[in-house]
């Protein structure tokens, strides 16, 4: 058995967002192979305890610390990007470095954001190969995420936050004996740090709905689930409302925004009410999925593979999105999507295409069946055990 240290910045709990649901993902396919003994260790992302999905995985021994505070603007005097400086509290220090003196075969750096001991890491790794599990391509995507801010102070500081992620991940690359990533586009941008990558999908761990249809009585309405406290991703909202919405609400569709959304947002949209509803955080998705006629994919920003078509297609829910949103998805699949090359044109897509209920059916019942085996648990193990077991 392989003993792992799995050094988590953020602990994947609850599952409220994209990092946290592939971590978790992860950790149980590798737990259930029976292969490996883990210590997890990483920062609660709550004041609350961590979920018992997380403390009874078999061969699991997870060390938590008090949630990271904000470093404020002491993070542009640090070479370290804000999340990582964050994520470096002292008792996240003083937990790994005591680990760092027991052998280890593998120390497994989840996210970017994990690294910011990435020196103490090194210096104390003995014969431990290292494994870095990218949740993005962060050289590519951080800048990208940056220059699409107006406000030029906030370009501006997202801009040098961004490099500073871009010098991190670089030294991760370089001191990686394996890369896990989560698409074949993020793994041509690691083939130019190195030859061992690997592709390890996300894995679903929600949910199956079974059988549905799509019939006139449901609502004609588009649902968008995600975690909106992120400044890029409220960025996205931000670009989705202004481009979509006028179309939505002038061909009488709706939009169910389901996720944390900050409320200064949602009084500045409040004018395309009742066509555009915000609903919180909600433990239950299922009356959302029931009272939707699709699942909306249209983040312009952020890259990586978006967790969300799972929850869709999963759920039975047709997706509706732009095609540079559905990295890590097979031309198969996406040839059951409704898919559009802009926010204007998938516009069109969704008024076109949203009263065919055949059609729509069609659409969810095959996606189901594609994602079916290619992200579950079983897929996840497999590909997790070419990596470190």
Known sequence: MKNILWICGRLPTPLFTGDALYSAGLLQALAQTNGAAITLVGTRRTDEPVDEDIVALPNTTCIDVPRARSSGLRSLLSPLPRDALNLKTSELRAALQRLLQL??????????????????ILQNRKHASICYIAHNAEGTIRPQIANNFRNPVRRAIMRLDADKYRKLENRILQAADAIACISDEDASYFRGFSKNIHVVPPIYLGPV??????????PRALLLVGSFEWVAKQRNLELIVERLLPALRQNEVSLNVVGEVPQSFRDRFSRFSPHLSFHGRVDDLTPYFASCRGGLVPDLLGGGFKLKVLDYAFRRLPIFGLRS????????????????????RLADMVIRNIDDLAKLNRSQSSLFELVSSRFSLEAGSRQLSKVLL
């Open 103 to 120: 052998d280890w075969d593998h120390i497994v750096i989840d996210h970017a954001y994990s690294a910011g001991m990435l020196s103490d």
């Open 209 to 218: 709905s079974p059988v549905r249809q799509i019939d006139s009585a449901t």
């Open 325 to 344: 949103a559905l990295a890590g998805t097979t031309p198969e699949e996406q040839s059951e999507m409704f898919l559009a090359g802009g926010l204007d």
